[in-house]
């Protein structure tokens, strides 16, 4: 650390001070902030117990000397660990809504929140929407946030780690949702036999082997499982591709994040018609196929896995 603020003062010159010592400790964001100031923003404010967006009175508000501390120590830890923040407040806010967060899941960060909150509009008609599946959910940050926006809806939350279904099977009490949000051990699909859905949604591991090593330390704090998906980021994806259509009901659609193999996919299946969803807030490398066009482009999908 290298300066300590004179005087307790208010959370703003607090987020502003810390927001100086994560700038000049020259690290990297891109777990559910992309800059210093939100990322200390985040941690000052979880140190103060306020939500993501206090509004002016609380940010000039004065501070207790104690409360001076807990963030001072806070941003003393993300720089020292290059830990995201997320892991060192225990918590993370995804389409509006807390999430508890360990180093067993991945930090939320997906753009799928904001296709989450506007109902997948305009993919689906909502009112029909009775049947959803979020694979490799992970926290469960979005079969919650699904739930949620469609309150008549089913949600199946499935990952193959059972240290991330702990995770998500606690997000789903937090927001009373375990009368329509199931938590489901599998493998992809191998564990789903015979249930079919309105809308899969999918954030899976989609970061290429050898592209790990060029990861900022921040990204290495994260389950391994979580990121890594083959030699071409392409493995799980290609699973999903090849069967979801018969997961889905007529009609249903697939809406998966694959990042950074956008291009590998593309190149991939340069026949395929991928719709790549644009999002107001930022991110991309989000797809949606209809059934019909899962069907029609099995054999591609089916060949790419024999190969
Ligand atoms: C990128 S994380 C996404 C987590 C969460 N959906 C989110 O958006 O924050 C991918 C998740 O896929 C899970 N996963 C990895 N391989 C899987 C597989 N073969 N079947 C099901 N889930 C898998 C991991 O455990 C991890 O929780």
Redesign the pocket.
Known sequence: MHSKPLAPGTARELVEWSTRQLHEAGLAFGHGTDNAYDEAASLVFSALQLGPSPGAERLDAPVSADTVSKAMQLVELRINTRKPAAYLTGEAW?AGMPFHIDER??????P?AELIENRFSPWVIPDRVTRIL??????G??ACACAVAFPDARVDA????AD?LAVADRNIRRHALEQRVVPVE???FAALGGRSYDIIV?????VPRDAMSELPAEYHHE?A???V?GGEGLD?VL?ILNNAQHYLNDGGILVVEVGCSQQALGAAFPDVPFTWLDFEYGGEGVFMLEREQLVTYQPAFDHAIRD
């Open positions: 995804f899941v991945l930090v939320p960060r997906s799928l979020d694979l490799c959910t992970g926290s940050c979005i499935a990952d193959l780690s991330a599998s493998d992809v999918s954030n899976p591991p989609y389950p499982i979580g990121l998906a799980i699973q």
